[in-house]
């Protein structure tokens, strides 16, 4: 699982900037039609649809937007109907790149991604390029004052977890993809407030960024992120953190 905790330095800046840009609400809001449109408009009987909610209630989306993106996703408002597509790619370095994304036009987004990769220094590969170097785990970032590390190591083992790390700034625990709901009910029930909660595609190994490369590295990441298609993007890059901070 080595990397992990670079990935989730990355996505704390980018929830920073997706939320002062505006596209954090987009894509949480449309993940929850999605997820609804799949599983149906039940959140209880919907787990996918229930992280999805509340990650939005998280993220202080307003109830009647969740309850108009659900309707939307069952049919009882009209709306756009989404794919769900996984693009993967390499960024400078040869760092790998595995881009997860909701469209309505499948055409426009693969041609829009491959010249912004292209653009910055990266490129669009065949299925399955990449996509061998990850694993979906659950991943759930709690803040460092927001819990003991035993009460949290206590919590997460009951709940199934595979793993809880402690990073400078806070835990990381992981789960399999199947015990992602559960882990997130029980931190929710015990009160335990959730920084970055996700079903993150996990590096095997990671590529140490060269300090050259890592401004380069970030923007790509940047510039992906901020697609509209775009709700994931996960790499195998390991960033140094002084870079990191540069960069940001």
């Given at each position: 699982?080595?990397?992990?905790?670079?990935?989730?330095?990355?996505k704390?800046?980018?929830?920073?900037?997706?939320s002062?840009r505006?596209?954090?609400?987009?894509?949480?809001?449309?993940?929850?039609?999605?997820?609804?449109?799949?599983?149906?408009?039940?959140?209880?009987?919907?787990?996918?649809?229930?992280?999805?909610?509340q990650?939005?209630?998280?993220?202080?989306?307003?109830?009647?937007?969740?309850?108009?993106?659900?309707?939307?996703?069952?049919?009882e408002?009209?709306?756009a109907?989404y794919?769900?597509?996984?693009?993967?790619?390499?960024?400078?370095?040869g760092?790998?790149?595995?881009?997860?994304a909701?469209?309505?036009?499948?055409?426009?987004t693969?041609?829009?991604?491959?010249?912004?990769?292209s653009?910055h220094?990266g490129?669009?590969?065949?299925?399955?390029?990449v996509?061998?170097?990850?694993?979906?785990?659950?991943l759930?970032?709690?803040?460092r004052?927001?819990?003991?590390?035993?009460?949290?190591?206590e919590?997460?083992?009951?709940?199934?977890a595979?793993?809880?790390?402690?990073?400078?700034?806070?835990?990381?625990?992981t789960?399999?993809?199947?015990?992602?709901?559960?882990?997130?009910?029980?931190?929710?029930?015990?009160g335990?407030?959730?920084?970055?909660?996700?079903?993150?595609?996990?590096?095997?190994?990671?590529?140490?960024v060269a300090?050259?490369?890592?401004?380069?590295?970030?923007?790509?990441?940047?510039?992906?992120?901020?697609h509209?298609?775009?709700?994931?993007?996960?790499?195998?890059?390991?960033?140094?953190?002084?870079a990191?901070?540069?960069?940001?």
């Amino acid at each position: 699982m080595a990397g992990h905790s670079k990935w989730a330095q990355i996505k704390r800046k980018k929830a920073t900037i997706d939320s002062r840009r505006g596209k954090l609400w987009t894509k949480l809001l449309k993940e929850i039609t999605v997820s609804a449109r799949i599983g149906g408009g039940d959140p209880d009987g919907n787990p996918r649809l229930r992280s999805a909610v509340q990650e939005a209630r998280d993220a202080n989306v307003p109830n009647d937007n969740i309850d108009r993106a659900i309707k939307r996703g069952t049919g009882e408002l009209e709306g756009a109907t989404y794919d769900e597509l996984t693009y993967e790619g390499y960024g400078p370095g040869g760092v790998a790149l595995f881009i997860e994304a909701m469209t309505d036009n499948r055409n426009r987004t693969v041609g829009e991604l491959r010249h912004l990769l292209s653009r910055h220094g990266g490129n669009l590969g065949e299925n399955g390029c990449v996509a061998w170097m990850f694993e979906k785990k659950g991943l759930f970032v709690v803040p460092r004052d927001a819990v003991s590390e035993d009460r949290l190591v206590e919590l997460a083992l009951e709940a199934g977890a595979e793993d809880v790390r402690s990073e400078e700034d806070g835990y990381e625990v992981t789960t399999p993809p199947d015990g992602y709901a559960q882990m997130s009910q029980a931190l929710q029930r015990a009160g335990v407030p959730v920084e970055t909660r996700a079903l993150a595609m996990i590096p095997s190994t990671t590529v140490e960024v060269a300090s050259e490369d890592a401004g380069q590295v970030y923007r790509l990441l940047e510039a992906i992120e901020d697609h509209d298609d775009v709700q994931n993007v996960w790499t195998n890059a390991d960033i140094p953190a002084e870079a990191l901070a540069e960069a940001g």
